[in-house]
């Protein structure tokens, strides 16, 4: 059984670009994910659940003779040679954040996030935003203090996906205490070694109604890997566009181009 087994993952791994992508991904080192493939040790019942997931196979069909296996193999939708079939985009979305990791490496850590607020025009939100390795890829995480500093009306907490696509960095992200919105955010990569700012553009719902699609400026200004978390999210609030609290050069960058009375764009309900 733990020879088909290593037969049966040596044919899974090969629908990927290399063995280090696989246990980069699952965050199984290389030396110990080695001894899985020449059937010298059999992994444990929680790393073979974290195997099967990645793989999108059961327990007991990687652990079938290898001919049947590879039939069954063969007879699977070829994401990954063995996923179970899916949306294009699940299956196209996890290829490219697993291409995406190295990628992101440089901007992994903290950060304030500037936007114009969706919910209450004429304001700046400044939130906390985190990016993040994974076993699976690179992930995001925000958090949203609305109010005006020291007045606290409610959090919004976000959580989502990262990943590059023509050399731009996306992240896909979901309100996990609502879960009645989703944000999209495209930044600009940076182009010099340190990395201090990033735009781009969010678009997203705002919160009141009537809940319009929405789409504004936004720009990332980057903290280090072990900013003061608590110190941080005190400095998330609503702000005045010309508050002295707001650096100069992130309202100049979410303003630059935009005409007055228009630093949100509504789509209008028809």
Do not use: W
Request: net charge positive; charged share 20%; proline share 6%.
């Amino acid at each position: 059984m733990s020879s088909d087994f290593a037969v049966n993952l040596r044919l899974l791994c090969s629908y990927h670009r290399s063995i280090a992508e696989v246990c980069e991904a699952l965050g199984i080192n290389r030396s110990q994910f080695n001894r899985y493939l020449s059937g010298e040790t059999f992994p444990s019942l929680r790393t073979m659940r974290r195997i099967c997931d990645f793989f999108g196979v059961e327990e007991s069909e990687i652990l079938l003779p290898k001919g049947r296996f590879s039939n069954l193999v063969t007879l699977k939708p070829q994401r990954s040679g063995a996923r179970a079939e899916r949306n294009v985009i699940t299956a196209v979305g996890e290829e490219i954040r697993l291409s995406s990791v190295q990628q992101l490496d440089p901007y992994l850590g903290y950060y304030f996030s500037y936007y114009n607020s969706l919910s209450h025009p004429g304001l700046f939100l400044r939130s906390l935003t985190r990016i993040y390795r994974t076993p699976f890829g690179v992930n995001a995480k925000t958090v949203e203090s609305i109010g005006l500093k020291g007045k606290r009306e409610f959090t919004c907490k976000y959580e989502g996906a990262c990943f590059v696509l023509g050399d731009r960095i996306f992240l896909t992200v979901m309100e996990m205490l609502t879960r009645n919105e989703a944000m999209q955010i495209i930044l600009y990569p940076s182009y010099n070694n340190r990395i201090r700012y990033l735009s781009g553009v969010l678009s997203g719902v705002a919160a009141r109604a009537p809940h319009p699609p929405a789409a504004t400026q936004i720009v990332f200004e980057y903290l280090g890997q072990t900013p003061n978390v608590r110190a941080c999210m005190k400095q998330c609030a609503l702000y005045p566009p010309d508050d002295p609290e707001v650096p100069d050069i992130i309202q100049d960058m979410l303003t630059i181009g935009v005409r007055a009375g228009t630093a949100v764009l509504e789509a209008p309900l028809s």
